[in-house]
């Protein structure tokens, strides 16, 4: 007799900006046989046709419901979810964690899992009181190198981690967009020391198998925004790039992107979102240069930066402890910047990914750790895997992130932004009455 085919889990997706495709694409296509995508939510309409047209033309998939974001319950009483994805604007993020925990659905949720300590509190008791899972996708922990990395501190290669460096550079092109986005705006993404360093302090988190404790932090907008540029004798009037012939050179073209025009540019009517502002312009509240200091329980110290304007992308990072030294170093690629006719956009100079590791024993000679050529997106495939096949293989790693996890991310964040804006160390005693 044929055995019937296993029920496969049920996904609501929240949030269809860019970052939900990578989503949409693994369950209706990679992992289709697991999982079924059964409503997409978004105060967009237009959002969500365009990835019902990108299901029908590129997957043959029948169309998929979809629901304002203010219909968000009645779409889990219709559609039974089993589990819902979280990928809206940050700030938002704690509404449907937490409704969806309430309504018996697990969730998985995009880094970071929320900005500020309230609403991670909230996040916190309702997995408490529901008992339901949230995993938050630190796709990072996922990268050959870093996973690596991890593996020689959990094997005692270093000893005991005394102190880690870590430096992380944004470039041209990638950093810029921060400040073209929603994410300038610090009420909605917590600054880049909660959107994009969350990812880094749950590497550190991670790697050495500790949460932080006491952090200081000091950040400037030094590069981007109209003070920073007219510092250097620049000044651009307007406020967004479309319609802007001869703009300046970190412009972006949304008319080039079919993704970009779909998600974005033909629902501006309807949301009201721009998505190519000026980088040079007004209402920037995040900053484009961090430096952090935390003490960790066990008594680590990290020393960390952020900037957001380098000509080369990638990471340094060492962890220096009581039996030797690792460092890791990572390039991602180059950008420079040129004068181009308008419109041509800035050029990218894509040279791969070198990467090393290399051990310094205390009383021994060095040695390169062998790791695969691989970006920090590398382990992209494997996270997902691991989210929607129930026969992946076991992860020894821990690389599945959980709620506790996300709140130690985004507690150091917050806690940074506080000593930035008070000058004084700040202790996470939240995190650690929770833990």
Known sequence: MTQPAPARTRYAIVGTGSRATMYVDAICGTHARHAELVALCDTSSVRVAYHNQRLAGQFRHGEVPGYDAAEFGRMLAEQSPDVVIVTTVDAYHHRYIVAALENGCDVVSEKPMTTDDDKVAAILAAAERTGRRVRVTFNYRYSPAYTRLRQLVADGA??????????WLLDTSHGADYFRRWHREKPLSGGLLVHKASHHFDLVNWWIGDWPETVFAMGSLSFYGRDAAAARGESYAYSRYAGQPGADPFALDLERSPMLRGLYRDAEEESGYVRDRNVF?????????????????????????????SPWEG????????????????????????????????????????????????????????????????????????????GAPPDPDGRAATHLDGAAAVLLGTAANQSIATGVPVSLGQLHATL
Do not use: W
């Open 281 to 309: 312009g007004d209402n920037i509240s995040i900053e484009d240069t961090m430096a952090v200091t935390a003490r960790y329980r066990r008594g680590a110290l990290l020393s960390y930066s952020l900037v957001a304007y």
């Open 158 to 167: 270093i000893g005991v981690p005394f102190l880690v460096d870590f430096s």
């Open 315 to 390: 990471l340094r990072v060492s962890i220096t402890g009581s039996k030797g030294r690792v460092e890791l170093y990572e390039r991602h690629r180059e950008h420079v910047i040129e004068r181009e006719p308008a419109g041509a956009g800035p050029p990218g100079a894509e040279t791969g990914p070198p990467q090393s590791i290399r051990l310094f024993p205390m009383f021994a000679a060095p040695a390169d750790v062998a790791i695969p050529s691989s970006g920090p997106h590398a382990g992209d495939a494997l996270m997902l895997e691991q989210i929607f096949d129930p």
